[in-house]
């Protein structure tokens, strides 16, 4: 007796169609699974009996060998569990081999029958949309992610017996209603919730509107939190495909919980003793994404940057050149995407307080040199953008007026952005930040006035190579935002005022 | 002699006054290898140790050994209550006619405690006057520097062995002094630098001098030691005033409501030492700047954000913030911590 479906195994974030195959036959009871089955999906053969016989249904007393096709592709997850159980209804002949065509099962499977919910589902569907078949059943939780893929027929079961149900003909599943699709609650973060700091918010529009890393360096307590949250506030939002990958990634890490696609920008903010792995992804058995790519498309925040470990900021480097992170393992390797916006925050100094208008820096001059190295590297060479933020004095604060809304700003940075996908249309880039060098100083296209000043910066400010190809990218941005084709000696300026004390030192140092 | 400079043990006094009696060096050190002065160590180094290796290593890295009587013994040593022995030097001999002064000051001080450190240094160097100072970070270097850059002579002394370069990030710093000046140790090669040996040189810092210069200091702080050591020999004290609020300005004021003398930078310093100089150097506003350059510079108060600045001179952000910066490249503004200020040298006109 012979039964046959497909099922599908998730690596990394892609779906890969399995081919489930169930042979009944003579000899002593027993399962056998094969087809370089991991560890999860060995589980399923003792999960799939209790499960398959508390729905009511027959399992077979001979012997049962199911194999997961192609042979050469490791399977790794729980979602194996469904297939692998119609499989076996298909074979003894208790659902219709028919019914069971063009479909495409998926779902971890409780000792009750139950279909749990199951991370990945969202590659699932695109999976099996790109084989041209017709339908998915998936848990009913994750439903709503499967929903976003057109062209599918979505079926959410809850349980074994609704799968059979619905193979029998016997059984509907509930609609999909429009407001289940991936409606998030807004968050409440606004830009104009920050009191003072034109200087940070306007180097935030800055960031947004050019694609620039961001390093704010300043006190306890100046507002480097307050400032990163609001970032993705001021971002354009997601487009269809930037959401779909977004989603995939969070479905893939389990994150997604009944949510379809999402609608914000991701926020991710892992606390310092975050590991490589976490940071990058990775695992022994299953290939979760990390922070990183969880960040994809949105910000990956590092408070305290100092304080994390040197190896995990280093793997940053890769993720930050190509935009995605590549995962090796002895089975092969995944690739998993992650182009994010960085935003790093840390003190001055290790108590924190140099510079501080009230409080003076209680440090040795050796403690600050370590402090600094931590703060050098490959990673800061990444971050265009530098900004000390100041702790604001009492008076400072009271003065202060509320700043412009989210939305105003967002107005101005999606209008700078599309001046930059326009202007770089046939170089395959989108942003000013991905810019390379050389071409930097040529399409930032400065004033005679602009290249004076940058001279002047060159000589006084010990501007290295690399921080002037930084000034004229912000440059660059600042036209942009202003709507200017030529990049003028007011641009520069202001991308010259973003620097910390640190690259002040390190300019005076040089200078002997 | 220098046999006797190595030994750890005695003060410095008490070998003075043991040659005294004895009526010569060597005949101290019989003394102290006969048991009949010094501890139990003492013989014990004398026994192991050996004259021709010190010689060595003072050979190594070029220094001499000077004791009362040679150039390099500041004959001014001996009016110290507690004069060292000897002294281990390098670089340039002592000259007699030499004029000096030594400016001390924080070796956490504020920029502008920096700049006025190197300024006074630059304006004595101008008037053939050698900087003396003790070498560590802050307003020590920032004076080293400052008489260097304008080529003159300085002198360092150290806290540490003739050899050992603290704190080590000012090595290079001490190779630029050692090629035009002299460097200064009381302490023999290998000695490590001790938190208990800086209060002892300031005293040798002082003796060097004919007027000592405060720039900036905590309330009680190694540049405080100085001042009084200068006390005491009847030297000069200078003092340059800074902020109440400030607590390096603590160590200056006091010492002026103590009688110290203020000096606002180079040109009272060297009006109050009798010296003519070139007082100006690069200070005052230039002339040249433009209608908005003034402004921006005239609303510049203490450090401020330059939302401020715009504010007070009447100008928007962005504009102000070009202003600013063309100051700042030009040296009369400063930025720190995201706030701007003006430089020292912006400030006479």
Known sequence: MYGRVIGVTVLGVGGHPVTVEAFVGRGLPSLTVTGLPGAAVQDARDRIRPAVEHAELEWPLRRVVVNLAPGNLRKEGAGLDLPIAVSVLVATRQVPPEAAAGHVFFGEVSLKGEVLPTPGVISVAIAAARRGLRGVIVPAVNAVEAAQVDGLAVIGAATIQDVVGFLRGTWRPPAIGPSETGSEPATSADLSEVRGQDEARRALEVAAAGGHNLLMVGSPGAGKTMLARRLPTILPDLTPEEALEATQLHSVAGLLAGRGLLRERPFRAPHHSVSTAGLLGGGSTVLRPGEASLAHRGVLFLDELTEFRRDAIEALRQPLEDGRIVVTRSGGSVSFPARFTLVAAANPCPCGFSGDPQRSCRCRPDQEDRYRQKLSGPLLDRIDLRLTIPRLTKDELLGASAGEPSAVVRDRVIAARDRQRRRYSTLGITCNAHLPGPIARREAQLCPDAERLLGRAVDHMALTGRGFDRVIKVARTVADLAGAARVSEQHVAEALSYRTAFEQDEGLARAG | ?349
């Not at chain 2, 006969?34 to 192991?48: K, P, T, V, Y």
């Not at chain 2, 290998?190 to 200091?217: D, H, K, M, Y």
């Not at chain 2, 190694?222 to 109440?244: K, M, Q, W, Y």
């Open chain 2, 1 to 349: 002699m220098l046999l006797l400079r190595c030994l750890l043990g005695p003060t410095p006094r008490s070998l003075h006054a043991l040659i005294w009696r004895t009526g010569s060096a060597s005949r101290a050190l019989a003394r102290i290898r006969a048991g009949d002065a010094g501890s139990e160590n003492d013989r014990a180094f004398l026994a192991s140790t050996d004259v021709s290796q010190i010689r060595r290593n003072l050979d190594r890295v070029g220094a001499r050994f000077a004791a009362p009587g040679d150039p390099d013994y500041c004959p001014a040593f001996l009016r110290l209550a507690d004069p060292p022995v000897g002294v281990f030097a390098r670089g340039r001999p002592l000259v007699r006619g030499d004029h000096r002064v030594a400016v001390v000051g924080s070796r956490r001080p504020t920029a502008t405690g920096m700049e006025v450190a190197a300024d006074l240094a630059r304006g004595l160097a101008v008037a053939g006057v050698l900087t003396v100072s003790g070498g560590a970070v802050g307003i020590d270097a920032a004076a080293h520097r400052g008489a260097l850059d304008a080529g003159g002579v300085t002198v360092a002394v150290l806290g540490s062995g003739i050899d050992v370069a603290h704190p080590a990030r000012n090595r290079g710093l001490f190779e630029r002094i050692e090629a035009l000046g002299t460097v200064i140790s009381e302490y023999p090669p290998g000695t490590p630098a001790e938190p208990f040996r800086f209060p002892a040189r300031n005293r040798l810092i002082a003796a060097l001098s004919r007027g000592v210069v405060v720039v900036e200091g905590a309330a009680k702080s190694g540049t405080r030691i100085t001042a009084e050591h200068a006390v005491d020999l009847g030297l000069d004290v200078f003092a340059v005033p800074g902020p109440v609020t400030s607590p390096l300005a603590e160590t200056p004021l006091g010492l002026i409501r103590d009688g110290a003398i203020l000096i606002r930078g180079t040109a009272d310093l060297l009006e109050d030492l009798g010296l003519d100089g070139d007082a100006s150097g690069e200070r005052g506003v230039p002339r040249g700047l433009s209608a908005d350059e003034r402004r921006v510079l005239a609303a510049l108060g203490t450090s401020m954000l330059p939302t401020a600045v715009a504010g007070v001179a009447g100008m928007p952000v962005a504009e102000a913030l070009t202003v600013l910066i063309g100051l700042e490249l030009r040296g009369l503004v400063r930025g720190v911590g995201g706030r701007f200020e003006r430089t020292f040298r912006a400030a006479g006109s």
